[in-house]
T-cell receptor, first 114, second 112 residues
Framework: DAGVIQSPRHEVTEMGQEVTLRCKPI?????LFWYRQTMMRGLELLIY????????DSGMPEDRFSAKMPNASFSTLKIQPSEPRDSAVYFC????????????FGPGTRLLVL | GNSVTQMEGPVTLSEEAFLTINCTYT??????LFWYVQYPGEGLQLLLK?????DKGSNKGFEATYRKETTSFHLEKGSVQVSDSAVYFC???????????FGAGTQVVVTP
């Protein structure tokens, strides 16, 4: 199994630009989670989906952030417009809800907003 | 709400030393408990887990026991290696939706 795939691995952009992060969960997994990791705030859950439906987006910091899951094998996290304080590592994780609670993490996207 | 508290790092050890990382939690009900490890530049990997009181999770020489009476899930390893240098996260799971609540992470540095 290829594991959770995220792209790009690194992104450098300028303030005000749109950023789109992509995630392909493990095949057969029906839950998907987006996290943000910073030194100051640690790991924060932004949003999670179950069977492609957003269940809880209370962790999304503000309206500049949006996430979609158009099908079971793809999700995006979009930031528009981006700001320097959005600089962080963004992780996607997936889970097979029918098997257990273990989440499998992707390698992350390291975002730097200048 | 649910919360996880783990000891602050960094923890610096010599190779072959004994490692303990303390983790305590606050939760309603009976959550599952996890330890995840993050190596430099990588995502988090599940290290071990326990789903009910008195369960012991173990993997790669690491162990942790689910202690309901003390609401703790301390991680231990008897003899660490340089390759164990990483950040270790304690977490609990909301069994209804599987949301993970993470601790702040503890960096472990093992020197030769």
């Amino acid at each position: 199994d290829a594991g959770v795939i995220q792209s790009p691995r690194h992104e450098v952009t300028e303030m005000g630009q749109e950023v789109t992060l992509r995630c392909k969960p493990i095949s057969g997994h029906n839950s998907l989670f987006w996290y943000r990791q910073t030194m100051m705030r640690g790991l924060e859950l932004l949003i999670y989906f179950n069977n492609n439906v957003p269940i809880d987006d209370s962790g999304m910091p503000e309206d500049r952030f949006s996430a979609k899951m158009p099908n079971a094998s793809f999700s995006t996290l979009k930031i528009q417009p981006s700001e320097p304080r959005d600089s962080a590592v963004y992780f996607c994780a997936s889970r097979d809800q029918g098997v257990g609670e273990t989440q499998y993490f992707g390698p992350g996207t390291r975002l730097l907003v200048l | 709400g649910n919360s996880v508290t783990q000891m602050e790092g960094p923890v610096t050890l010599s190779e072959e030393a004994f490692l303990t990382i303390n983790c305590t939690y606050t939760a309603t009900g009976y959550p599952s408990l996890f330890w995840y490890v993050q190596y430099p530049g990588e995502g988090l990997q599940l290290l071990l887990k326990a789903t009910k009181a008195d369960d012991k999770g173990s993997n790669k020489g690491f162990e942790a026991t689910y202690r309901k009476e003390t609401t703790s899930f301390h991680l231990e390893k008897g003899s660490v290696q340089v390759s164990d240098s990483a950040v270790y996260f304690c977490a609990l799971s909301d069994k209804s939706w599987g949301k993970l609540q993470f601790g702040a992470g503890t960096q472990v540095v093992v020197t030769p």
